[in-house]
T-cell receptor, first 116, second 112 residues
Framework: AQTVTQSQPEMSVQEAETVTLSCTYD???????LFWYKQPPSRQMILVIR??????QNATENRFSVNFQKAAKSFSLKISDSQLGDAAMYFC?????????????FGKGTTLSVSS | DVKVTQSSRYLVKRTGEKVFLECVQD?????MFWYRQDPGLGLRLIYF???????EKGDIPEGYSVSREKKERFSLILESASTNQTSMYLC???????????FGPGTRLTVL
């Protein structure tokens, strides 16, 4: 079974600084998808970024980028130029590429606080 | 924009009550999911459905059942609520198995 591990329950960063959130996963599959979701205090889960395992190039989305290390099964999220609105809980998630498996497997989350 | 709505933001029920949590999506999505979110445990899949009247157990189905009589609506049922089912419940939907998932705003259920 696949598992997702986020080893940092809490992180903090100052405005305009850069922060990296860690995520590791375990799988025997070679093709899969990885995601970072953001959950602000409003509780609405928002997709931040997505990475296909077969792509070597790291995904980027404006100030958000990932460092995908397939061999190490590591998928960290880097937030550059942090803003107060980035404060939220961040979840790393895995999804198999197998058509029969459609649900996301989530890590336990990392709470990010941003100070001015 | 896809909209996923949940019937209540907050709900308080008593032990032993039958509880219905409703989720509705407005984009004709095939797949719908129920997760529960607990501090330190992340999100865990309870049930999902890939078509009307079709359902699959997730990781923690015990104590729950689901109903999908219409494509747009996926209900989570607690037959006899217990205090350990106090949690945040999140519904999600996606067009296909591989499609992007859209989440509802969550229902915070307290069982007294």
């Amino acid at each position: 079974a696949q598992t997702v591990t986020q080893s940092q329950p809490e992180m903090s960063v100052q405005e305009a600084e850069t922060v990296t959130l860690s995520c590791t996963y375990d799988t025997s599959e070679s093709d899969y998808y990885l995601f970072w979701y953001k959950q602000p205090p409003s509780r609405q889960m928002i997709l931040v970024i997505r990475q296909e395992a077969y792509k070597q190039q790291n995904a980027t989305e404006n100030r958000f980028s990932v460092n995908f290390q397939k061999a190490a099964k590591s998928f960290s999220l880097k937030i550059s130029d942090s803003q107060l609105g980035d404060a939220a809980m961040y979840f790393c998630a895995y999804r198999t590429s197998n058509q029969a498996g459609t649900a996301l497997i989530f890590g336990k989350g990392t709470t990010l606080s941003v100070s001015s | 924009d896809v909209k996923v709505t949940q019937s209540s933001r907050y709900l308080v029920k008593r032990t032993g009550e039958k509880v219905f949590l409703e989720c509705v999506q407005d984009m004709d999505h095939e797949n719908m999911f129920w997760y529960r979110q607990d501090p330190g445990l992340g999100l865990r899949l309870i049930y999902f459905s890939y078509d009307v009247k079709m359902k699959e157990k997730g990781d923690i189905p015990e104590g729950y059942s689901v109903s999908r009589e219409k494509k747009e609506r996926f209900s989570l049922i607690l037959e006899s609520a217990s205090t350990n089912q106090t949690s945040m419940y999140l519904c999600a939907s996606s067009l296909s198995g591989r499609g992007r998932k859209f989440f509802g705003p969550g229902t915070r259920l307290t069982v007294l």
